[in-house]
Structure formats: C-alpha cells, structure tokens
C-alpha cells in the first residue's frame, strides 16, 4: 500500500520559517520525481517545487530563493525548508510522488501565516 505522509505544518508569523516532510512507503522511492503542491483558499493548485530522482531541483519564481526542497533516499522523505514565509504563502502543502506516468499524493498539511 502507498503512503505518503506530510507533517510540518502549523501556524507561523510572517518573516518565520518552517519545515514540511513528506515520509512516503509503498513505493521505490529513488526513481520517484517529488513534488510540493499547494492550494490556497478559493485558488486552484499551483506548483511550488520538484526534485527529479537525479536531485536536480525547479523552483516556482514566487518561492524561488525562500524554499528549498531536498530529498533523503534512505529515509524515502522529501522535505520542503521555507524561510522568510509571506501571509500569501497560507495554503494547504501537498507532496506528490510521479514515476512512470502513475502519481501519488498525500493529504496535505496547513500551513498558515498570520501574525
């Protein structure tokens, strides 16, 4: 069975930081491209960041230089590091795993930033 677990989240003051982890299992998880999503209230899901099975990384322009996302084979997690965090950044975060043309998601986690 595939799982893919966020956790990090919560609740946060503009200019903080926080740390998102996706612990997947089910899958072989180095030859997965990793990705973060997220959705904000009444917005459609964007983008924010991939890391390929090569460790090569993209990066949305409206998070590039404040996120960072990395990736540990042994632990088959992705982590999303997101620094200086603006109030637009508020939206539910979800991973997702794709290999072969198959994706799998998680259930994503809050992230709120509001002073």
């Known amino acids: 069975q595939v799982q893919l677990m966020e956790s990090g989240g919560g609740l946060v003051q503009p200019g903080g930081s926080l740390r998102l982890s996706c612990k997947t299992s089910?899958?072989?998880?180095?030859?997965?491209?990793m990705s973060w999503y997220r959705r904000a209230p009444g917005k459609q899901s964007e983008l924010v960041s991939v890391?390929?099975?090569?460790?090569?990384?993209q990066y949305a322009d409206f998070v590039k230089g404040r996120f960072t996302i990395s990736r540990d084979n042994a632990e088959s997690t992705v982590y999303l590091q997101m620094n200086s965090l603006k109030a637009e950044d508020t939206a539910v975060y979800y991973c997702k795993a794709e290999f072969a043309r198959t994706d799998y998601w998680g259930q994503g986690t809050q992230v709120t930033v509001s002073s």
């Open positions: 089910g899958i072989n998880f180095g030859v997965y491209v």
């Open positions: 890391i390929s099975s090569g460790f090569d990384t």
